[in-house]
């Protein structure tokens, strides 16, 4: 429960006020490039996009207790090997910003091992309660089976995966039926430091939320597999919270903490987007195994 810093004893982060706390989670003002590469993100997926073939803007129910938005649709991406497993993605932004379609690129790498992939939009805070957003990436899951389904492709093996917001939005999956193995990449996963910050202005989260959506204070589902990963250069606070969700999961031994030597909030996710890095591998691994 507690924030690394340079030279000093370390700091919990109950005694921080809100604006230490704030900073010690944002992860854009940490990092210089952060503004340039989800740029350069959203050009190279764009392009992938553009190409024919593809299956764009599904759309799924996110409900009977919410209505369907415009963020509600799935973007799919196909290998083009038979009964290839499914990565499912769910992109990051803190719950409020950033969209689906600027993270298509990141389906580059496992595309070339052999895996098809799913991008899943969702609709932001603070239209949306955190409950909503962790039900539509359920909603989506399942439309994500019965579409499989439906194309007589059957059960196949589906990792769920997430970036930032999106790795606790992979983690709270794993409790759902749909999910067969998880990557989570540089997430959050205790919400009680996230009330106490700026970011829950938009969020507004209640206690109870924070009880039931917080992954490290839930009993994992037995036997799913789980790679927790974050970058070796990532905020203090980014790397407590991935160590202390593994150290949390540890009865179950298909869980694994991975960090990615020289890697920063944003950098970590170019190990997916290339067949050759390190996240790209690991997803393969979860999705043939």
Same mark, same amino acid.
């Given at each position: ?102 993270? @298509? ?43 499989? @389904? ?68 839930? @009993? ?70």
């Amino acid at each position: 429960m507690r924030l690394e810093t340079d030279g000093t004893p370390p700091i919990d982060w109950r005694d921080l006020d809100r604006a230490a706390l704030s900073r010690a989670y944002d992860n854009s003002g940490a990092v210089a490039d952060s503004a340039a590469r989800l740029a350069d993100w959203r050009l190279r997926s764009a392009a992938l996009r553009a190409r024919p073939g593809h299956t764009l803007d599904l759309p799924y129910d996110p409900g009977p207790a919410h209505a369907a938005g415009p963020r509600n649709r799935i973007d799919l991406f196909a290998c083009g090997r038979a009964g290839a497993p499914l990565l499912a993605f769910i992109h990051g932004g803190y719950w409020q910003r950033n969209a689906k379609e600027g993270f @298509a690129c990141l389906a580059e790498g496992p595309l070339a091992l052999g895996l098809d992939v799913a991008l899943i939009g969702y609709t932001l805070a603070p239209e949306a309660s955190l409950t909503r957003i962790a039900d539509e990436i359920g909603a989506a899951l399942r439309v994500l089976r019965a579409h499989d @389904a439906a194309a007589g492709l059957g059960r196949r093996r589906l990792v769920v995966s997430g970036w930032s917001a999106g790795g606790h939005l992979a983690a709270l999956a794993l409790d759902g039926p749909d999910a067969d193995a998880g990557l989570a990449i540089s997430g959050i996963y205790d919400l009680a430091p996230i009330r106490r910050t700026s970011l829950d202005d938009a969020l507004r989260l209640t206690p109870g939320e924070v009880e039931a959506l917080s992954p490290i204070r839930l @009993a994992p589902r037995r036997g799913v597999p789980l790679v927790v990963a974050y970058g070796a250069d990532e905020l203090p606070e980014l790397r407590r919270q991935s160590r202390a969700y593994a150290a949390a999961r540890a009865a179950e031994p298909e869980t694994r903490c991975v960090a990615l030597d020289g890697a920063d909030h944003f950098s970590i996710l170019e190990a997916l987007a290339h067949p050759d890095g390190r996240l790209a591998r690991i997803a393969a691994a979860l999705g043939h195994s």
